[in-house]
């Protein structure tokens, strides 16, 4: 087995951060929940550990086994602010907010220097090592994925049809509260690859359940509902499926309590899958790899670079950002608007672009002048965010040429717009989404 570091959990930030930052640099790392025992973490085998968090996150830490620290492998604290841990003999190293502008070069002296890791873990050997498991997992029957077109259900589709060609089923619902084209793309990348694509056309279905719902926690609400709905109609018609895959990441395993015996978050959100459908199995082949890995598998098997480093695009999709109730008419509107916003922004350069864009339909509506009429017509907002993390965000200081060219064309081309806006709110207080 090659080096495991431990990240030891006592709540607070810093966690994720600092496994991407060992992974980066070619050493495996895990999380694990500071209450975990001294005797699993001994069959774990680490090369090192690195313990990070805050008193006010795990004000239960002083009864932490003591035995932890007794492991016999290099221990890093990392700004381990005020929490009780044990006393810990001598081969303990201690970093505070002070000497941590150079996050990089600390663990890589930690791992390498004082762990003695090797190096040389690679998202190949991820690839190699999960083909593998899949393949003696599912031993040549059949797989079903509800493939969204996200980042996630797309890199887990192409990671198991090249496990399992032939045998893996992607159910693609298509609740018509998609970007522009998006249905199409999916479809179009989807559909060469070694694996049984099904698009299920529901967007009648979900607008007409929409229909007269202003509410948003509503719309959130019915689509959900909808979604596994249909999903479970579709599954049905295709007979018994032993296993279901799904992509969860690493991130939605750590921030929901951890593999390591805590209880599993359910997400309300369009692609919950219903509980009573009769699958065997639960294979989710890209539970140990933060987004960034992910994007880079993605890349690495072949999915098309748009498709890999696209924006975050909220399950509920178009519904979310249609200010009051959803018809096609303002899906229409908007995605028309939206895709405008896209393509203006997409022409800086990367270094300029900001990390969110896209367009909404607020439900107020302003006077307007077309031609000899005076018209009253919806207003539009640009929304475009700088972020790290998407928790917090600045707006983008678009440049007004740009925003000008933006409300031209948006205004010239689509003739139910009265007026565009441009939301210069951060976060917090507003939210990216506006709903
Ligand atoms: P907010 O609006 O909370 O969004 O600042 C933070 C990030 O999450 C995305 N988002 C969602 N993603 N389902 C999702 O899959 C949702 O319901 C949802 N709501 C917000 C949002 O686009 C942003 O990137």
Redesign the pocket.
């Known amino acids: 087995m090659s080096d495991l570091i431990l990240i030891m959990d006592f709540g607070g930030l810093h966690k994720e951060l600092l496994a991407r930052t060992v992974r980066d640099l070619q050493v495996y790392a895990e999380i694990i929940p500071w209450h975990l025992s001294a005797d699993k973490i001994r069959a774990m085998k680490p090369t090192g550990i690195i313990i990070t968090g805050n008193q006010e996150n795990a004000p239960d830490a002083v009864k932490c086994d003591p035995g932890l620290f007794e492991l016999g492998v290099p221990v890093l604290a990392y700004n381990l602010a005020g929490v009780p841990v044990p006393s810990t003999g001598n081969n303990i190293h201690t970093v505070d907010m002070t000497q941590t502008k150079d996050l990089q070069g600390i663990i890589k002296d930690f791992i390498f220097n004082e762990c003695h890791a090797k190096g040389g873990y690679k998202l190949e050997d991820y690839i190699s090592t999960q083909v593998e498991l899949i393949r003696e997992t599912t031993a040549g029957r059949n797989v079903l994925l509800a493939l969204s077109g996200?980042v996630d259900s797309s890199v887990c589709a192409a990671l198991l049809s090249k496990a399992i060609p032939g045998k893996l089923t992607c159910l693609f619902v298509d609740h018509g509260l998609m970007r522009q084209d998006e249905g199409d793309q999916i479809e179009e990348i989807f559909s060469k690859r070694d694996l049984k694509f099904i698009r299920i056309d529901a967007a009648e279905r979900f607008v007409g359940k929409l229909k007269g719902h202003a509410d948003p926690e509503t719309k959130?609400k019915i689509i959900g509902e909808e979604f596994i709905r249909v999903f479970e109609e579709e599954a049905k018609k295709l007979g018994k499926i032993p296993f279901l895959a799904q992509g969860t990441i690493y991130p939605d395993i750590v921030e929901s309590g951890g593999a390591h015996g805590a209880t599993i978050k359910s997400h309300h959100?369009?692609?919950g899958l219903p509980e009573n459908l009769d699958f065997e199995q639960i294979v989710e082949p890209l539970s140990g790899l933060f987004k960034n890995e992910v994007r880079k598998i993605g890349l690495m098997l072949g999915l098309p670079e748009y498709l890999v480093n696209r924006?975050?695009?909220?399950?509920?999709g178009l519904a979310?950002r249609i200010m009051g109730d959803v018809t096609f008419q303002k899906l229409n509107t908007l995605r028309r608007a939206d895709a405008i916003v896209r393509e203006e922004l997409d022409k800086l350069p990367e270094s300029e672009r900001p990390d969110?864009y896209f367009a909404v339909l607020t439900d107020t509506s302003s006077v307007g002048v077309k031609g000899n009429n005076r018209t009253h017509d919806p207003v539009l907002a640009i929304r475009a965010v700088t972020?790290q993390d998407?928790?917090t965000?600045s707006y983008t200081p678009i440049p007004h040429e740009l925003l000008n060219r933006m409300a031209v064309r948006i205004s010239s081309e689509i003739e139910d717009v009265s007026r565009v806006v441009y939301d210069i709110s951060s976060?917090p207080p507003?939210?990216?989404?506006?709903q």
Request: overall charge positive; hydrophobic content about 30%; charged content about 15%.
């Open positions: 996200g959130r959100n369009v692609g924006q975050p695009f909220p399950g509920p979310v969110q972020t998407f928790m965000c976060k507003g939210t990216i989404e506006w």
